[in-house]
């Protein structure tokens, strides 16, 4: 399924429509949103190479001197470099805070080398550091936005993260700045990255209702507040931080929305997603509007519920035993057989319901005596 | 002993950091502590070991807690000579306890940024010129701590996350190591916290020092929760790993040990 | 607890075997380190020697009860007695009149009745091992009549005489009347700056004590990050002066972050509490209920020691004694956020313990 979004991507925009636009959406119990992120620009990116051999990557370059200081500091001489390697498609972002300004200059960049025509671009925006290093387009810097262009005319272009936009600027202008591209006539398509914990619920909805693909990152279990004291806990922790759910919804031209999930392993700082053998109905329910609870049970789940071997139930061979609870004190053990009885009726009635009914032994036994009153258990 | 001390260093991962390797991308501790159990040693820990003198790695201490002399009397108490270190310039000692920004005496007006800024081009400058005199060395930025630098800006997160941003730029561009700490428990009352949230995410390493879940007792200090989100196994994969274990602070050693395996 | 006997009676060992401190007041330490009284002997005894020169000493106020004014007023008695120089601030308009509520030093006649009690209770249980230590010390710090002790054992009833206010350097602020924190500021650096500086060798000690540094009617109280800098730059200057700075402030009037942050900021952190009145059920509980008057609690303290739990009593309705909690080996509810420990013995003198 995620190649389906990776296809999506790839199939760009239609003419007169805005470019797909895929939102990635982690939080901190499951941080993979990077390793998706990569994932998807890998996938991106080889597509577009697969196809066309003249395709080429430019990195636009907002992580390494987003508010300009190392540019300062160049200027005043107290350090020599800036920049580790600048590649030569890598250009710097030196202003993260005007973003009208980064609008232009991704514009640029990616008319730049599309030349004439009527291609179009694809933007990542990522200001996430470990990108590049940990990532297949080599280059040790982070790259903020990613702009390829294909043979075809016909180009993509996908964003990065916004996390780290929001902080330097206001939630209306980073939309704008989506929406922006993802309206311009030469952008394929857009993808981003948003850390959904460090906003607030209405930024990170803001954000997700800009796009047209919404893939969320949850954590395999909810072991919330496990003391952190015992070892089980530890390993299923540590489980954690190393596969996640994948959720995925395609918001589609004709209204519907689908919904799909896998769950993903990450590997070496690669990440291998697998289908989801039986699919929990949680995303399905989700979408179904609000109803009563049943109380019923349906005629179908009545017999399944009979079907239930209880435990002690094969000792009689069907016919329910009567076994000492020993704990039963002496005094209610008198009075024992009366409701016993009742209750007996109504078994009987019912074999396939499945009560327990317990019996003492004998009556003149006190239940505290030296034999065991789990003597008699099988299981 | 040794066992017992290498109980950190193993869920550290700690060769990884002090030898820098190529396939190793540069590391980021984050070390969160709180007013019962104080993390502190855990820094004095890596301090001593990034100086160990069977390496050339170098130091860049950014001090926002303590003066000098405070670390200098416990390294010398663990047996590493912090002046001597400074002197051969293994050890470089930013005394930044009276930093404000924006500065107090009201004068020419020194935003936060700008005083951020400044702090900053002292750190790269700092780092250029030991990662120029000996290559390969690997070389690590430490903060003490965040919660105090927070102070120092004012109480401006987003500076302090700026700050920071540019820190790890020089974890891609010179292979450095960021080591920093930060008190949990104040931010617990916050709902969404920029600085603990933000650099739990850019962390590689997380070191956890809380307190018993049982409460104190005498025997144990507290106990340590170590993610590792990187640990390299030596076989060529990755992958995270978790450790839990207690601690107890003696005069000039930590022992570390798993819970249960003490009488 | 073992380690912290183990460290009190090393500590006692210390002393008698140290040279007599040449300036009095002021007590050496191992790893260089210098105290100065807290005016509490059992305090000092509990922090290994006292409040360590250059450290921040930060007392959580409990909002029922002033035991955090007893902590402050020792503390200041016994820098005066000892010639100290004295910052004191306080939200009052008028500081200067707490001056006269100073408790005075007991006189050489109750101190021996004090010493005599001791050692009466020292005939009568010998159970406990290391009284004896406390007993030892007591005396050699309780000798010679015309040197200045270390610690005095405090009358509360008995102001201080007013000769020791006299040519002091004393310097009181009012923080209500002082809009700024600038100014308070640049008054402890003036008052740090005329402490001789430390070159090797200690002349003085200066002690600053701030009473309820947030408290509301303070105009910079709702200005959090303003005081936690002037917090975070007092406690720079006194690391590098001869000084120690007590500073009580209450922590349920300030948000929770702050608190911590200043928790965070403290070299040695204690909090004090009230206990309250005739409960029958604490009464059952603890050891010695009747005379507490309240709990001191320490949280952290720069040498390594258990968080504890300390009973405040007035002995003889007028010094103050520190006694370790004694709790019945029952879980008792009246620990609630605060550490308590029922295991530790011997850390403070002439406890009245149930044998």
Known sequence: ?379 | ?263 | MAAMKTRTSSFSRNISGAPTSPIPGLKYGPNGTIFVSSGISDLDKILGGGYPLGSLVVVMEDSEAPHHMLLLRNFMSQGLIHKQPLLYASPSSDPRAFLGTLPSPLSSKDDRSRDRDAEQEKGLRIAWQYKKYFGDEQKVEGRGDGKLEYCNDFDLRKPLERYFFSGQSIDCISLHDNPSLYTFRDRCSAFLAQLPRYDGKITSAGRIAIQSFCSPQCEFSNMEWGMLSFIRYLKSMVRSSNAVAVLTFPHSLVSPSFSKRLQHLADTLLSVRAIQDEDKELAKLLTGYQDMVGLLNIHKVPVILDATTFSMKLQKRRSLVLECLNQAPVDCSSGTSYATSGSCSGSSTSGTLDF
């Open chain 1, 1 to 379: 399924m995620a190649e389906s979004v990776s296809r999506a991507l790839r199939d760009g925009a239609l003419d007169g429509e805005h470019a797909p636009a895929l939102a990635i959406k982690d939080s901190g119990d499951s941080p993979f949103g990077l390793a998706v992120f990569s994932h998807v620009l890998t996938q991106l990116a080889s597509n577009v190479l697969a196809g066309k051999s003249q395709s080429r990557f430019v990195v636009l370059d907002c992580y390494t001197d987003p508010l300009g200081w190392k540019e300062r500091l160049m200027e005043c001489g107290s350090i020599t470099n800036s920049s580790p390697k600048v590649s030569v498609n890598t250009s710097l972002c030196k202003d993260i805070r005007d973003l009208d300004k980064l609008f232009s200059l991704i514009l640029q960049q990616g008319k730049g080398f599309l030349g004439e025509g009527k291609s179009r671009f694809s933007v990542a925006i990522d200001s996430e550091p470990g990108l590049s290093g940990r990532k297949a387009h080599g280059g040790g810097s982070l790259c903020l936005i990613d702009e390829r262009a294909d043979l075809d005319l016909m180009s993509n272009l996908s964003l990065g993260k916004v996390s780290e936009m929001l902080r330097h600027t206001s939630t209306s202008s980073v939309a704008g700045l989506i929406s922006n591209l993802r309206s311009h006539n030469l952008v394929s398509c857009v993808f981003w990255l948003l850390h959904s914990d460090f906003h607030e619920i209405r930024v990170a909805a803001a954000l997700e209702y800009l796009s047209s693909m919404l893939a969320s990152i949850e954590q395999m279990t909810r072991p919330n507040d496990v003391p952190r004291d015992n070892s089980q806990n530890i390993s299923l922790l540590e489980h954690n931080y190393r596969r996640g759910k994948f959720h995925v919804r395609f918001k589609r031209r004709n209204g519907r929305v689908r919904v799909m999930s896998e769950e993903f392993q990450v590997e070496q700082s690669r990440i291998k997603f697998m289908s989801v053998s039986s699919e929990d109905g949680t995303i399905a329910q989700s979408l179904v509007p609000k109803v009563q609870f049943n109380l019923q049970l349906s005629e179908k789940e009545k017999v399944d519920r009979a079907k239930v071997v209880l435990p002690f139930e094969h000792q009689g061979n069907g016919r329910s035993i009567d076994i000492y609870d020993g704990r039963r004190s002496l005094n209610d053990g008198k009075s024992d057989t009366m409701p016993a009885s009742s209750e007996k009726v109504q078994t009987n009635e019912d074999s396939g319901r499945g009560e327990i009914i317990y019996f003492r032994d004998s009556d003149d036994e006190m239940p505290d005596s030296d034999e065991d009153p789990d003597d008699d258990l099988d299981i």
């Open chain 2, 1 to 263: 002993m040794d066992r017992s001390s290498s109980l950190l260093d193993e869920a550290l991962d700690l060769d990884g950091l002090t030898t820098p390797s190529p396939s190793q991308p540069a590391r980021v501790v984050l070390v969160e502590d709180c007013v019962e159990t104080s993390g502190a040693f855990i820094l004095h820990h890596l301090m001593k070991r990034f100086l160990s003198p069977h390496s050339s790695n170098a130091v860049v201490f950014v001090a926002f807690a303590h003066p000098f002399s405070h670390y200098e009397r416990i390294l010398r108490k663990m047996g590493c000579n912090l002046v001597v270190q400074r002197d051969n310039n293994r050890f470089l000692f930013f005394d930044m306890l009276m930093l404000e920004c924006p500065g107090l005496d009201g004068g020419v007006g020194q935003s936060i940024e700008s005083g951020l800024f400044a702090l900053y081009g002292k750190i790269q400058k700092a780092v250029e010129v030991s990662s120029l005199a000996e290559s390969k060395r690997n070389i690590t930025v430490m903060i003490d701590d965040l919660s105090l630098m927070e102070v120092a800006a004012n109480g401006s997160s987003n500076h302090v996350m700026d700050f920071l941003h540019y820190c790890h730029t020089l974890t891609t561009q010179f292979g450095c190591s960021l080591v920093t700490l930060c008190h949990e428990d104040i931010y617990s009352s916050t709902e969404r916290a920029t600085i603990p949230l933000q650099v739990e995410y850019l962390a590689d390493v997380i070191i956890k020092a809380e307190p018993l879940a049982s409460g104190l007792a005498t025997d144990v200090h507290g106990q340590l929760t170590v993610l590792n989100k990187g640990f390299y196994d030596g076989l060529g994969s990755s992958r995270s790993k978790m450790r839990n274990f207690h601690y107890r602070i003696k005069e000039n050693i930590v022992e570390y040990f798993y819970p249960g395996s003490r009488t």
